[in-house]
């Protein structure tokens, strides 16, 4: 399912889609499974768990890459300052990174990866929120932009350091 999408794409290589898509189909397994608390029965839903939309695997991996475009597009970031918000979308992308620590807390001292889970689809529907509302790459104010490319690359950041903990990765393209 995934290969076709993947090979939809003119810039990619046939052995990249079929990396890609093992890559995505993976993500929609095993964040399917851990999204769901341990203790409670579930419904195996394939559908439902291979879905780009809503609380799933490729959903989460689809902000990540869409991030990682951006960012390279931008050029180097590592070392710019996050700013103060100008926008409610910015301080809500802002307040969801903050919540990280209680997050990995809260599934560590519970065995509850469900939380990490839990909190990676509320960040990325903040990122993907703040996209949608804000020129990231056509700002013109030089400080604003910076700012806005370092808080979404912090936030690539925990989304990728997340994904790693829940056992899987981000492909660089989608």
Same mark, same amino acid.
């Given at each position: 399912?995934?290969?076709?999408v993947?090979?939809s794409?003119q810039?990619i290589?046939?052995?990249?889609a079929?990396? @890609?898509?093992?890559?995505i189909g993976l993500?929609?397994?095993k964040?399917?499974?851990l999204?769901?608390?341990a203790?409670? &029965?579930?419904?195996f &839903?394939i &559908?439902r768990? @291979?879905?780009?939309?809503?609380?799933?695997g490729?959903?989460?991996?689809?902000?990540?890459?869409r991030i990682k475009?951006?960012?390279s597009?931008?050029? $180097?970031?590592?070392?710019l300052?996050?700013q103060? $918000?100008?926008s409610?979308?910015?301080?809500?992308l802002?307040l969801?990174i903050?919540?990280?620590?209680p997050?990995?807390e809260g599934?560590y001292r519970?065995s509850?990866?469900n939380l990490?889970c839990?909190?990676?689809?509320?960040l990325a /529907?903040?990122?993907?929120?703040?996209?949608h509302e804000?020129?990231?790459?056509?700002e $013109?104010?030089?400080?604003?932009?910076? /700012?806005?490319i370092?808080?979404? /690359?912090?936030?690539?950041d925990?989304l990728e350091q997340?994904v790693d903990?829940l /056992?899987f990765?981000? $492909?660089?393209?989608?």
């Amino acid at each position: 399912m995934y290969r076709k999408v993947v090979e939809s794409r003119q810039d990619i290589s046939e052995e990249e889609a079929r990396k @890609t898509a093992k890559i995505i189909g993976l993500s929609a397994l095993k964040y399917g499974d851990l999204s769901n608390q341990a203790s409670k &029965d579930y419904i195996f &839903d394939i &559908d439902r768990f @291979t879905s780009f939309e809503g609380d799933t695997g490729p959903y989460i991996l689809y902000t990540i890459v869409r991030i990682k475009s951006i960012l390279s597009r931008f050029g $180097p970031w590592r070392h710019l300052e996050i700013q103060a $918000p100008v926008s409610e979308a910015q301080k809500n992308l802002m307040l969801s990174i903050t919540k990280l620590a209680p997050a990995l807390e809260g599934a560590y001292r519970t065995s509850s990866p469900n939380l990490i889970c839990s909190y990676i689809y509320e960040l990325a /529907g903040t990122v993907n929120a703040f996209y949608h509302e804000t020129r990231i790459l056509t700002e $013109p104010d030089s400080a604003l932009q910076k /700012g806005y490319i370092a808080l979404i /690359g912090l936030a690539k950041d925990i989304l990728e350091q997340c994904v790693d903990l829940l /056992g899987f990765q981000a $492909p660089e393209k989608m």
